[in-house]
Structure formats: C-alpha cells, structure tokens
C-alpha cells in the first residue's frame, strides 16, 4: 500500500499533458475507479479531499489498444484513454509513438518516456538521438497522427490575444531552434575530431604513469609522495570524468555500444562510478534541467534547497517519494551557504554509495559489466592503497583524502552553472527557452577549455548535448544570436563571478529558512541593517 500528497500532484505542471488533465478531473470529481496515476497502474481508492493524503493500491494494467498504421488519426480524447490504460505514448510533430513495449530498452532510462507520456517532445527528441535513431528507427513506432487539439473548454473561456500571442512566440522559438540544429547537424558540427581525444588519451595515461611513478620512488620523504601521487589521480579522475560525460551523451564515436565501453571503462573501471546510475539520473536532468518535481540534481534535502519554493518539501517524481522540509532540513539549509564548498569535497563519496545502491537495487541495460567494472575499481584502488601507498594508515588515508577531496572542484563546476538559476515549476515553455533559462554559462579564455572539460559551457551543452565538446565554443555565437532574435537570455559570468552568485543565491534562501523560524527577530535584524 503507499501514499501520496494529491495536492502535490495537481499542483505539479510539469507532469503536463492530456494525462494530468484527466487525473486532475478524476480527483476533484471524487471519481473511483482511475486506472492510473504517475504513469503507473493504479486506481485510486480514497479521495475525499484534494488536499489530503490518497491512498492507492497497484492494479493490474488493461490494454486495449487497437491496431493501427502510421496514419491513423487520433482523437485527444483516446490519446487520453490509452495512456490511463497503461501504454506510453510520445508525441513528436503531432506523431504518436507507441514505446510501451520498447521502454525498458531505452538508453535514456524507462523514466524519461514515462514522464514524456502524452507530451510533445519533439524538440527534445531531435537533439539527444542521432540521425539515424529519427529516420530509421523511430517509424517502426509511430502509430498514427494526433488530429488538431481544439482548445479545451475551460481554456477557452480564460484566453486572450496575449496568451494566443505567446504561444506563436514559443511556436517560432522551437522553428528556429530546430533549424540552428539542422544548420550544425549540415555543417559537420557533430563530427568528432579524434585527435582531441587521442591527446586526452595520452595527458590520462601520463597522469597515472606519474602518480605510481612517485608512489614508488622510496628515497622520496613519504608524505611528499602521498601528497604529489595523490593529486596526479585527483587530476586523472577530473579529466577521465569529462571523457566519461562525453560517452554518456553518445558524443564520442556516436555508435552506443562503443560509447558504452569508453563510459564504462573510464566511469566504472578506473572511476569507481557507475556509468548507468549517472546517465538515470542526468537524462531526466537535462530533459527537465532545475524543474522543482523532476530534475535529481536539484533534490537535496535536507542538505541544500536550490530555490525558495522547495521550502516547503516537495514531491520528488524521480525518487518517487516525498522530500520533507523538516527540523533537519531548517538547521542546514540555513547553513547552506557556508557547507556548500565542504559538501562539494566529498560529494565523491555520495557517488560511490549510490553507485552501489543503483547497482544493487535497479535494472540497468549494462548491470554484469558495471558490476565487474565496480569490483575491478576497487580491487586495484584498494591493492594500491594497502601494498603501493608508503608510510602508516594515516598516510593511506591522506592519499585517499586528497585523491577523491580535491574532486570537489568538478562538482563544484557541475552545480555552478544550475545552482544559481531559476527552478521552473511548469514545462509550458518549448525546450529551447527553458535551457537558456535554467543554465549559465562560464566564461574563460581557450587555452583554459581543459580545465573546464566543456562545462563552461552548460547551456550550449544543454541545448545540443551530442555536441562534441571541442565543438562547443564554436557555436556560442549563434546561440547567442538566436538568444537575441527572440528576446532571451544568454547568461555567462567569469568563474569567480559564478561562484559568488551561487554563494549568495544559496544565502538568500538559507535567510529565508532563519526568517520562518523566527520571523520577528529576523525581520527586526533587516531593518536595523537597512
């Protein structure tokens, strides 16, 4: 038996869709008997009031699809209807895509689809598959057209020409969002240049070669060859990290099973983090990028909360369960500000642990090879540390402490370009606008692009995530050209700018969990200082 906040769910808009709509219509007509909530099958069993706890129990799924072809043209209203029967269905230029069956097989995770259910994804679709996953493979999918959406009543009764205004807007910004796509797609712009890649090859192998070369250079003082071989794996795994992002996107060889390889070679093998547990998690990050229900990389209560709005707990349809904002959370998160950089020193630690829970625990497409690779990591990391690194235990705990600590600056490089951002509450707006809203971008001179390994660039990355990383500071002008053309913002600040924006932003929150708890004293401390 679970439960679940309804409030929450039909305050929820970014589930969207015909599918929320008729849940929303269920639950406030007192309706028993809905087959389906959070694209799963259950009915629901008590709803007396919008407002309180549903209890809901699993029921067994009933399809009723009929046949159809690619041009059989279908009604919103059986859109709705089969989707509450359990199938999943995507929609892409009116195209409906019946991936019910084929959903646990998706490289991007089972999710993705689920929360895509009934939507218009399009856009999205367009920039994370290659070519040839469009023309090949999605029409042995496609299960007819979805006919012209009249606009439903009580939508109609509150439109104006400014709503009707925006849209044509939004409808613009997807056209020539879509036409910059096909301009780099024309012009080579995906093609990997594999002498990038040879060089980084080299730089890692240098890298590992040097930090067992000192580990065993004995007439060394040995806390100079912790410290020193230490950093030599600090920066092999700051930079194979990169590489390994890069696979996870298909933006390597673009050919998944061997992108797969190079993600599991680098991520799990020799990184100790499972490539399938990241790419669960950073797909449905870069889909619904800082969106309050659905982004995992904006859910960490109780130890940071992104946004005000997240003050309040929140339902999280990621984890499938309820973040609290409790007496926990309020002692942090008021502290935020202050933890953020010693939470990003050993944030490394948090993905060892739930590579392992992910290992354990889900159905991953790669989970007998992540395995091995897991228990490979740490069959040669733990050799190393017990017969390679010198000196007593606390020189083996330095080494290991400087090694995965000074890690801290990737994840500070990874949440700097979010965590100062808007957290979006609706997925309304088209794919491109939310990007440039929800990302940041850093500023930094070409010779400095190592260092960053391509997440200087966030929002370029966000809006053509294939993209190969040498390619990216080649087509910010036009990005920031098409910003421009529809009155959007491309945001981009120096490194240090970032980080004291995240910082303040971070403290304008924690101010606000010390104003909720004492909001009199608070306010008399603002006044004063006014």
């Given at each position: 038996?679970?439960?679940?906040?309804?409030?929450?769910?039909?305050?929820?808009?970014?589930?969207?869709?015909?599918?929320?709509?008729?849940?929303?219509?269920?639950?406030?007509?007192?309706?028993?008997?809905?087959?389906?909530?959070?694209?799963?099958?259950?009915?629901?069993?008590?709803?007396?009031?919008?407002?309180?706890?549903?209890?809901?129990?699993?029921?067994?799924?009933v399809h009723t699809m009929k046949k159809s072809n690619k041009n059989t043209v279908w009604t919103r209203q059986r859109l709705e209807e089969e989707i509450a029967n359990g199938r999943l269905l995507v929609l892409a230029q009116d195209r409906?895509?019946?991936?019910?069956?084929?959903?646990?097989?998706?490289?991007?995770?089972?999710?993705?689809l689920e929360k895509l259910n009934g939507m218009e994804s399009w856009d999205m679709m367009s920039v994370m598959h290659p070519g040839e996953v469009i023309t090949k493979k999605m029409p042995h999918y496609c299960v007819g057209v979805l006919?012209?959406?009249?606009?439903?009543?009580?939508?109609?009764?509150?439109?104006?020409?400014?709503?009707?205004?925006?849209?044509?807007?939004?409808?613009?910004?997807?056209?020539?969002?879509?036409?910059?796509?096909?301009?780099?797609?024309?012009?080579?712009?995906?093609?990997?240049?594999?002498?990038?890649?040879?060089?980084?090859?080299?730089?890692?192998?240098?890298?590992?070669?040097?930090?067992?070369?000192?580990?065993?250079?004995?007439?060394w003082n040995e806390w100079v060859r912790v410290v020193l071989s230490g950093l030599c794996f600090a920066a092999y795994w700051h930079q194979s990290s990169f590489i390994a992002h890069d696979a996870g996107h298909n933006a390597i060889t673009h050919i998944l099973k061997y992108d797969r390889v190079?993600?599991?070679?680098?991520?799990?093998?020799?990184?100790?983090?499972?490539?399938?547990?990241?790419?669960?998690?950073?797909?449905?990050?870069?889909?619904?990028?800082?969106?309050?229900?659905?982004?995992?990389?904006?859910?960490?209560l109780p130890v940071f909360a992104i946004d005000k709005c997240l003050l309040k707990g929140y339902w999280s349809g990621f984890h499938e369960r309820q973040f609290v904002f409790d007496l926990a959370s309020s002692l942090i998160v008021r502290l935020q500000h202050i933890l953020y950089y010693p939470v990003m020193a050993v944030a490394r630690f948090n993905l060892f642990a739930q590579s392992f829970i992910f290992l354990a625990t889900k159905q991953s497409p790669m989970r007998k090879l992540e395995t091995f690779g897991i228990a490979f990591f740490w069959l040669w990391y733990g050799l190393t540390l017990y017969y390679i690194v010198p000196g007593t235990i606390w020189h083996k705990f330095a080494f290991m402490v400087i090694g995965n600590c000074t890690m801290g600056i990737l994840h500070i490089q990874i949440t700097l370009s979010h965590f100062g951002m808007p957290v979006l509450t609706s997925a309304d707006d088209p794919f491109a606008k939310r990007m440039l809203a929800t990302s940041m971008d850093i500023d930094c001179p070409e010779w400095l692009d190592w260092f960053h390994g391509g997440l200087q660039f966030q929002t370029l990355h966000h809006l053509f995530p294939r993209l190969p990383r040498h390619r990216l500071r080649e087509v910010q002008g036009m990005v920031d050209e098409f910003a421009t053309s529809h009155g959007l913002v491309y945001k981009h600040m120096t490194f240090p700018r970032g980080n004291a924006h995240v910082l303040g932003h971070l403290k304008e929150v924690a101010d606000q969990v010390k104003l909720m708890a004492n909001p009199v004293n608070e306010l008399s401390k603002h006044q004063k200082s006014l």
């Open positions: 038996m679970a439960t679940r906040r309804i409030d929450t769910i039909l305050r929820s808009d970014h589930l969207g869709g015909p599918y929320h709509r008729a849940l929303c219509r269920a639950i406030k007509n007192q309706y028993d008997g809905f087959p389906k909530i959070l694209n799963q099958s259950w009915r629901v069993k008590m709803a007396v009031d919008i407002n309180l706890v549903t209890t809901v129990e699993p029921v067994k799924r409906v895509y019946d991936v019910t069956k084929w959903a646990d097989h998706h490289p991007g995770g089972r999710m993705v006919e012209d959406d009249e606009v439903e009543l009580e939508t109609a009764s509150s439109s104006s020409s400014s709503s009707d205004s925006g849209d044509v807007q939004n409808l613009k910004i997807s056209e020539d969002y879509q036409k910059l796509n096909k301009f780099l797609s024309e012009n080579g712009y995906f093609e990997t240049g594999y002498h990038f890649y040879a060089k980084m090859a080299v730089a890692l192998i240098t890298l590992v070669a040097a930090g067992f070369t000192i580990l065993l250079q004995s007439s190079i993600g599991v070679l680098l991520g799990d093998c020799f990184g100790g983090v499972s490539i399938g547990w990241w790419k669960s998690t950073h797909n449905m990050h870069h889909i619904f990028t800082n969106d309050a229900g659905l982004d995992p990389d904006h859910q960490h």
